[in-house]
């Protein structure tokens, strides 16, 4: 579940709650043996605790031209959605961080402030997933979680990716090809670049419709393996209830 607030969370430290037991090794606090469990198991044994401690929030959206296409209405109406659930989750003590590809907002507002910058809607603007990724490695603090939301078209730096899931919780959610399902287009058509704008005029058959959805279909499943791969939590979304594409990234119903 989206956790947020000031509740236990699963964070190895000196806290109140017993998280585990483990072998003792030179260096462990004495003060945290654990004297019954050593005499069961005949060997020093150390109580590794939870804290209770506030959250760090992270948020990166694609508002390029790309993400404002769809059949019914906008990509980018869904991903706006999936980020207010994310801000949502925000609790009274937590920080949130909305990362563009040059600047960060918000990083010293808490809670309800931080969650009201979080989701400010912002203008269609070109996009730099690699460069908004690179300022998030260096903005958050090690163990925040961070949401990226983007279609993910473009250069994908693999090294930056693996590095961001080791250092970070990333969830990523995908946005679907509004036509991964099928071209409703046939025949001589003119297409129109949703980030640059360029036309031009094309025929499309069904062998062309057919290999089109092919490739949609394959690149997303290997998105998301490699996303998977390094440690990133992923998830998909359309033009339908963001929030509940968030949500069923985390395996909420």
Known sequence: ?????????????????????????????????????????????????????????GAVLDDSASLNVGRKRALRLAAYEALDAWADALGTQDRAARIFAAAVEAPHLFGARAASRLRERQPIMPFDLTAALRLARFALPKDAALLVISDFYGTLDDDLVRELGAWLDVTALVARDPWSDGLPLRGFVRVRDAESGAAQTLFLGRRSARRYVAAVRRRHEDLHARLTASGWRTGSFDEGDGSAALHAAFGIA
Request: charged share 30%; aromatic share 10%; net charge neutral.
């Open 1 to 57: 579940m989206v956790r947020g607030g000031s509740r236990p969370y699963p964070r190895r430290g000196d806290g109140f709650e017993i998280a585990e037991l483990r072998a003792y090794v030179e260096g462990d606090d004495p003060r945290r043996i654990d004297w019954a469990a050593t005499a069961r198991a005949g060997a020093l044994q150390t109580r590794v605790l939870l804290e209770e401690h506030a959250l760090w929030f």
